[in-house]
């Protein structure tokens, strides 16, 4: 369990964003350590002044794909950010921005969410990545 | 009653939550507990059948028993 699992999140759907939600709690449930990076619509997710808004769903979600996202969360499902939230708490979980970018959205680390740990490089991420596997989403 | 269920100290009750919720909330119950206490976990997402068998393999938390109740399921932990 020493190598770490390592995400680069791309899309800024909330279907997408769930799902690396998900794998990133089961990961630092067994103890795992995670390093998501984000990139691109992703990072734009995580702006906290829109972190809680509806981001949409991937387009092959289609109507119904809307419709089975809505009732699961109205049976109580957690939204991807207090998933991300809880995987911070039980394990070791590192979210990092794409400095790269922060540029393309013209934008700071004051205007993130304090979910994410800070801004870097992919060159850094790579480092911190190890030899175990890179997801993209 | 077996000695085991008599010993139950923490109930941990995941029902209605979907994955990775049982999982979470009760790697979150086990650390702030001492050394061989069993707790109880319940959850009703089918996933943590084998969930549960997994996380106690890779941390090292003794599953000592699982149980279907109807929709419910019922894991027996003991804290490593």
Redesign the interface.
């Known amino acids: ?1 020493d190598e770490p699992l390592n995400l680069v999140l791309f899309s800024g759907t909330d279907d997408k964003l769930q799902a690396a939600a ?1 794998l990133t ?2 990961a ?4 795992k350590p995670v390093n998501v990076f984000l990139q691109y619509w992703a990072l734009d997710a995580f702006r906290a002044d829109r972190i809680g808004a509806d981001h949409g769903l991937a387009p092959e979600a289609g109507a119904s794909g809307r419709v089975a996202v809505d009732a ?1 969360r109205t ?4 939204s991807w950010a207090e ?1 991300f939230r ?2 911070k ?3 070791e979980v590192d979210i990092q921005a794409c400095s790269l970018s922060m540029d393309l959205l013209g934008i700071d680390e004051t205007a993130l969410d304090p979910l994410v740990d800070g801004v870097e490089g992919v060159t850094a991420f790579h480092i911190s990545a190890g030899n175990g596997q890179i997801v993209f989403i | 009653m077996t000695t085991a269920e008599a010993t139950v100290t923490v109930t941990v009750d995941t029902r209605g939550l979907s994955c990775p919720m049982p999982i979470v909330r009760t790697a979150q119950a086990v650390r702030n507990l001492p050394s061989g206490t069993l707790l109880e976990v319940l959850a009703t997402d089918p996933g943590s059948q084998k969930d549960f068998v997994a996380w106690s393999r890779s941390t090292g938390n003794e599953l000592v028993s699982q149980s279907v109740d109807g929709a419910v399921y019922r894991f027996l932990i003991r804290r490593k």
Do not use: E, S
């Open positions: 369990m998900v709690a089961g630092a449930a067994l103890g699961l049976a109580g499902q957690a998933t809880q995987a708490d039980i394990g």
